[in-house]
């Protein structure tokens, strides 16, 4: 069954400090892996496409990695802000398109002053 | 315009009534998609739609009747709803391609209640 599993489930950290976010899927056959952020009550918005030949890709203070092999992907949050609180959720789309996205169950950050 | 724009941005219905979110989207995106989405919880897929045309239903209850008029809008009808179904609504679309390697782009949701 394709899963995406996230860890840790929510994470608070102060203002300025950096953090990494965590990844792992069972999806197959891979197409691509994306993070969005998303605020409370709001729609997710992109932060990040990888496909299984891109290693890293960054956006700002947002940077992805992604391992293909071992199926994990890490999101580091750099210098955080408070507008940084959020859920961010790895979601993990299949090649043949029958199963068009899956949704990890997302980190709840909360950047705090 | 790289916008999917979902109205109503709230909705209150009481379980009789008959209502129905919009969703609109001109990025030429040929899939657009309904998930529904309770608190701390990921978004659940309902209904994708390729070319107009219904490609996956995720077994929605009747009581969610989805359809596209064209490849810009996207409807979702709500009839006889249940309190359970009170959620935010999301909508996105993404372009079609044969390699799946396709941006998705979400709307902001509808938030919607049912008394």
């Known amino acids: 069954k394709n899963q995406v599993e996230q860890s840790p489930q929510s994470l608070i950290i102060l203002e300025g400090k950096n953090c990494t976010l965590q990844?792992?899927?069972?999806?197959?056959?891979?197409?691509?892996l994306r993070w969005y952020k998303q605020d409370t009550g709001r729609g997710p918005v992109s932060l990040t496409i990888?496909?299984?030949?891109?290693n890293t890709k960054s956006n700002g203070r947002y940077t992805a990695t992604l391992d293909a092999d071992t199926k994990q992907s890490s999101l580091h949050i750099t210098a955080s802000q408070l507008s940084d609180s959020a859920s961010y959720i790895c979601?993990?789309?299949?090649?043949?398109?029958?199963?068009?996205?899956?949704f990890g169950k997302g980190t709840r950050l909360s950047v705090i002053a | 315009d790289t916008e999917v724009t979902q109205t109503p941005k709230h909705l209150v219905m009481g379980m009789t009534n008959k209502k129905s979110l919009k969703c609109e989207q001109h990025m030429g995106h040929r899939a657009m998609y309904w998930y529904k989405q309770k608190a701390k919880k990921p978004p659940e897929l309902m209904f994708v739609?390729?070319?107009?045309?219904?490609?996956i239903n995720e077994s929605v209850p009747s009581r969610f009747s989805p359809e596209c008029p064209n490849s810009s809008l996207l409807n979702l009808h709500l009839h006889a709803l249940q309190p359970e179904d009170s959620a935010l609504y999301l909508c996105?679309?993404?372009?079609?391609?044969?390699?799946?390697?396709?941006?998705?782009?979400f709307g902001q949701g509808t938030r919607l209640t049912v008394v």
């Open positions: 996105a679309s993404s372009q079609e391609s044969a390699t799946g390697i396709t941006e998705a782009f």
């Open positions: 990888m496909t299984f030949s891109e």
């Open positions: 990844c792992n899927y069972t999806v197959s056959p891979f197409s691509n």
């Open positions: 739609y390729s070319y107009e045309k219904l490609s």
């Open positions: 979601v993990v789309s299949d090649y043949t398109g029958n199963t068009p996205l899956v």
